[in-house]
């Protein structure tokens, strides 16, 4: 072959294989992404609750295997997730605990009585601190945090009714063996 010929079909081959790939990661579940902080302790944290007067610390959790669903107001993809969650907080006695990241007491309130509250407690991180420790990328979140108080699993995007059907409800079996 001449090297014309070769230099021509480079970039065919190198687009081929491009979409080889792509073919290949199309099956992967993109929202789970990898976590430095599976397997080990939740952050140390202490936080205001937004419909009592006391503060929770991570201390409160343990003993129990829990959901933590980091929410917002703010969050156009927390309204699209928030029907599953209260059914799945309806259908388990798992306790579903909302951390409401970044969201005014006013607002979450208001939104709160707008969509429901599906959440046995509801944390606040006001400014982001206890959320930045977690790794938070942005809300909806959501983690399976052991009686340990060790952390699962992490959830990046939309809690969807497959998702606890296939990875949280076998997760939770599992973990309170």
Not at 52 to 67: I, P, Y
Not at 101 to 112: H, T, V, Y
């Amino acid at each position: 072959m001449n090297k014309k010929i070769i230099f021509a079909l480079l970039p065919l081959v190198i687009f081929a294989a491009l979409l080889l790939l792509l073919y290949i990661n199309m099956g992967k579940h993109s929202e789970q992404l990898p976590s430095p902080l599976i397997g080990k302790p939740i952050p140390v944290f202490q936080l205001p609750t937004l419909y009592s007067q006391r503060t929770l610390s991570n201390e409160d959790f343990k003993g129990q295997v829990w959901l933590l669903n980091v929410f917002g107001s703010w969050c156009p993809s927390c309204r699209i997730e928030h029907p599953v969650l209260t059914q799945f907080a309806q259908s388990t006695d798992i306790p579903v605990i909302g951390l409401n990241w970044k969201d005014e007491f006013d607002d979450a309130n208001r939104w709160l009585k707008q969509f429901g509250n599906p959440y046995d407690e509801i944390l606040v991180d006001l400014d982001g601190d206890v959320a930045i420790d977690m790794g938070v990328y942005g809300a909806p979140e959501n983690f399976i945090i052991d009686a340990d108080g060790i952390i699962r699993y992490k959830l990046v995007g939309v809690l969807t009714t497959e998702i606890i059907k296939t990875e949280i409800i076998p997760l939770i079996e599992k973990l309170r063996l």
